[in-house]
């Protein structure tokens, strides 16, 4: 083993310098700087090189986390960046964005007494400076094939199976209803968490790369999935998920009551310069105005954060369980408390109040009784313990679910789960549709970026194979 590692015994784990709350509050940019060349491979250096690499095991895409570090702590980057690019399609956007205290660094050895390697920060390091070096290229692909691809939605999923399918030759098409490549990465993750530049030089490297998109396009209004079937050789299904979950309460059609994608594609939109008339007219700006979101994932947190840089009066977060049980990230909580968000735990709204307009929220406490079948604990209401909150903002984040492909795509005979989500073999991604594949949030209903990136690049592999069993390529026929 290089004497470079192993240097965790004497190094404490340090993240790149996170930028005071202060001045995170007046901006969207990043929260954290990158980390200087001699950090890097300082906290590169403290990786055991444990022999038994639980931070790759536990990594969605198997990162080969170990040898990159140790690439890193020796100096060898352009090496660091060939290893981590070959098993992720979006090395820099996990590093950033990935929860990694529940993933990589949460599975680190020397997290128990010691603490983690700083993994992902490591991660963004290297693939940052591989882009500033040039070393990041468009495919070119060995062979041109004449087999085509349709993927259907260009969020990280379709994005991953993009990159591997040109890698293997095929004439790539992708299509999207927005008018952006990117998916959630750009209209719904923002850009404290991951400014949009980062995204923008992939969806062009993807270009360069051959890749055909079709923005503004919407299957099931634009073409059937039929028709794609028809014209592409095969068909990927990256749609994810995008009903918003809802709750019926007292007051709940008043006005200033939002669902957090649109709040949260709104001010997206906003800092990539587009007109926004609802942003504009204060339906969706949450500026001079106390807001409540209710819900503990991620999502939360971002619209909660993003209230917070809109200049809002007060900002409060209703979870009905406490902090140790929420779904989202708790490196995020703390970043979200430390630029002032008020988190009220164990309370659940009851009833919205106002006249037009929501004037605010009466909430209730709960305690948290016996677990469900699930074996997590289930909210229970403390009789009597109604209490109301001012609010001009209600945001709802209450998670999301699948839309009715079958319905939508007119296509009844595509198979789905009880809960709506596509149902793919595990082992292929194929559906019950020759030829159709489905892969990320559509398949595992919300989830990750990281879980999206690996079904994409494990569709393409499966898509190999097929297409190289079937017959003639579609654009030959007839
Ligand atoms: P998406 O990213 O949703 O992309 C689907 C694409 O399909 C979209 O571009 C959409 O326009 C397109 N589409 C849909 N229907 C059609 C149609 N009929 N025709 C054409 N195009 C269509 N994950 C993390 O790992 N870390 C985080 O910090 C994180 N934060 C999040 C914050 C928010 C607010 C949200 C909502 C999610 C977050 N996630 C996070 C989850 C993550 O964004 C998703 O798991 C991931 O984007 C799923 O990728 P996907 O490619 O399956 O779908």
Redesign the pocket.
Known sequence: MSKNMLKFVSLEKQMPVKRGAEARREDFNEIYDEFTPKKAKEQASRCSQCGIPYCQVHCPVQNNIPDWLNLTANGRLEEAYELSQSTNSLPEI?GR???QDRLCEGSCVIEKGFESVTIGAVEKYITDTAWENGWVKPVTPVRELEQSVAI????????AAADQLRRKGYQVHM????DR??????????GF??EKHVVERRARLLEDSGVTFHLN??????ATLSELREKHDAVVI?????KARDIALPGSGLAGIVP??DY?TASNRKGLGDAVPAFESGELNAEGKNVVVIGGG??A???VRTAVRQGAKSVKCLYRRDRKNMPG?LR?TRNAEEEGVEFVWLSAPKAFLGDDKVTGVKAIKMHLGIADSTGRQVPVEIEGSEHDLDCDLAIK?LG?DP?E?PT??DEPELKVSRWGTVAADPLTQMTNLDGVFA????V?G???????IR??REAAISIDKYLKNAAAPKSLAS
């Not at 260009?154 to 994005?159: D, I, K, S, T, V």
């Not at 892969?439 to 559509?442: E, K, M, Q, R, T």
Request: net charge negative.
């Open positions: 996990c964005i990935c929860p259907i939605g260009a969020g990280p999923g379709g994005m299509y999207d209803r927005y490549v990117g998916g959630l990465l750009v209209y719904g993750i923002p968490k991951l396009f919407e299957v099931g209004r634009d990256a749609t994810g998920v995008y957090a994608l949260l991620d999502t947190m971002d619209c990230s995020e984040a999301f839309e492909l939508l795509f892969i990320g949030d559509i595992r919300a989830s990750l970026v990281v879980w999206a079904d994409g």
